[in-house]
């Protein structure tokens, strides 16, 4: 399969290793718009692209994605209020698109069990809910894209909250996110559950980005020949729930 890359950053070039070992091309990488305007027209060549850019690039990225026919994975976040458009625009051109907020296998079997530790525990009393998640000083979102997206889940669960914020808690509706940044952190996400008596808490913790760019990866080798719009849960239900 050929593979554009768009956005070479750590990821980017972290899914190029990857993708060559697993036996894919990487005939096109662009990285700026300088790139664009050279290379752009070569887009047309590929089976499908994968982005991991910025948020300020993104939707011209997808956008372009869709001008020249192909398929495109997108691992960029911070781009939220532009995502139903661009939803509904992927549906009325006929193009394909796949966007997760974290491509890790292991981040999204977190989500599912995320979830369901928000139905257990929004029948007990007494237990304040909150979010905390380390990245990498580079990312250059707060909160971070799965974070946003465990918290919504919570919300969408446990009927005492109704929004999250990334600032200390000022009223029990609110959902706390805590947002830190240290040197090479691949990314932690930690739920936690806390009374006067104990805490509860799941933690996901990352050992490197290798995960990130294998669901990826396996995203973009998924997608091929698709038609819509598509996150994880689609793929992950075919290839793994569906077998349980």
């Known amino acids: 399969m050929k593979i554009a890359i768009i956005g070479y950053g750590k990821m980017g070039q972290e899914i190029e290793k990857l993708a060559i070992k697993r036996g894919h091309e990487i005939p096109l990488i662009i990285d700026n718009l300088d790139d664009w305007e050279t290379d752009g027209n070569h887009l047309r060549e590929v089976d499908v692209a994968i982005d991991f ?3 300020s690039s993104i939707v011209e990225n997808i956008y372009n994605c869709f001008s ?30 796949f966007y997760a907020t974290n491509f890790s296998i292991g981040v999204n ?49 446990v009927e005492s909250k109704e929004k999250w914020v990334n600032n200390p808690v000022e009223n029990p509706e609110e959902l706390g996110i805590k947002s830190y940044r240290t040197d090479n952190a691949p990314g932690t996400h930690v739920i936690k559950y806390e009374s006067e008596e104990d805490i509860i808490q799941i933690t996901h913790t990352a050992k490197s980005r290798k995960g990130f760019a294998l669901g990826a990866l396996l995203a973009a080798e998924w997608i091929v ?13 075919e290839q793994i729930f569906n077998k349980l």
């Open 109 to 157: 079997l977190f989500f599912d069990l995320n979830q369901h530790l928000a139905r257990i525990m929004s029948q007990v009393e007494g237990y304040e809910i909150s979010i905390e998640e380390t990245h990498h000083i580079h990312k250059q979102d707060a909160p971070s894209g799965t974070a946003i997206a465990l918290a919504n889940d919570i919300i969408n669960i």
């Open 225 to 237: 020949g698709k038609k819509g719009f598509f996150e994880m849960k689609d793929m992950i239900a």
């Open 53 to 55: 850019s910025t948020p």
């Open 68 to 97: 020249a026919g192909i398929p495109v994975v997108v691992g960029t976040t911070g781009w939220l209020d532009d995502l139903e458009k661009v939803r509904q625009d992927c549906a009325d051109q006929n193009q394909t698109l």
